[in-house]
T-cell receptor
Framework: ETGVTQSPTHLIKTRGQQVTLRCSSQSGHNTVSWYQQALGQGPQFIFQYYREEENGRGNFPPRFSGLQFPNYSSELNVNALELDDSALYLC?????????????FGNGTRLTVT | AQSVTQPDIHITVSEGASLELRCNYSYGATPYLFWYVQSPGQGLQLLLKYFSGDTLVQGIKGFEAEFKRSQSSFNLRKPSVHWSDAAEYFCAVKETSYDKVIFGPGTSLSVIP
């Protein structure tokens, strides 16, 4: 069973730039959720994709966008980067049509915006 | 709005001592409850989950948690802590309508030899 993998592991960007983070879901999982974890805080829900459709979004501006592909992998795109976007970005996969399916997390992408 | 609180920001215990990490949630119905652990620079690993049934649930690494509806609590316990348990612990609640999971702010655990 292949777990959740994220790439890249680390990234440094300049304010105003755009970034794309990638996530491969665990084998068989059809739902991907993205979280932002600032230093010393709990993960904050960004959005979730189920079968290629966004079906839930947290309190993040539209410059945070995503995609899910037919193989259930996913991308998180952030435009017009701000210093406060510096954080660990976590991807988690699950069976979205099973309410008792827990999230399985990748190791995250550490984004630094300078 | 649904929320999760973890009253203890940081806890220090001696190796071999017992541990209890507190978690309270606000949600009208019976939620799905989780505890996750995060080592530095890593993702989150599921320790245990509660969906229904027996209110005392067993997890990995010798952890257990008890759901108390009357107190809206889901406290994590371990009878004897090991140095390798030092990490950040997150309580989380899942909405039943879809797969959105809300996390608490976390409790940082330090273990003294």
């Amino acid at each position: 069973e292949t777990g959740v993998t994220q790439s890249p592991t680390h990234l440094i960007k300049t304010r105003g730039q755009q970034v794309t983070l990638r996530c491969s879901s665990q084998s068989g999982h059809n739902t991907v959720s993205w979280y932002q974890q600032a230093l010393g805080q709990g993960p904050q829900f960004i959005f979730q994709y189920y079968r290629e459709e966004e079906n839930g979004r947290g309190n993040f501006p539209p410059r945070f966008s995503g995609l899910q592909f037919p193989n259930y992998s996913s991308e998180l795109n952030v435009n017009a980067l701000e210093l406060d976007d510096s954080a660990l970005y976590l991807c988690a996969s699950s069976f979205g049509d099973r309410v008792n399916s827990p999230l399985h997390f990748g190791n995250g992408t550490r984004l630094t915006v300078t | 709005a649904q929320s999760v609180t973890q009253p203890d920001i940081h806890i220090t215990v001696s190796e071999g001592a017992s541990l209890e990490l507190r978690c309270n949630y606000s949600y009208g119905a019976t939620p799905y409850l989780f505890w996750y652990v995060q080592s530095p620079g890593q993702g989150l690993q599921l320790l245990l989950k509660y969906f229904s049934g027996d209110t005392l649930v067993q997890g990995i690494k010798g952890f257990e948690a008890e759901f108390k509806r009357s107190q809206s609590s889901f406290n994590l316990r371990k009878p004897s802590v090991h140095w390798s348990d030092a990490a950040e612990y997150f309580c989380a609640v899942k909405e039943t309508s879809y797969d959105k999971v809300i996390f608490g702010p976390g409790t940082s655990l330090s273990v003294i030899p």
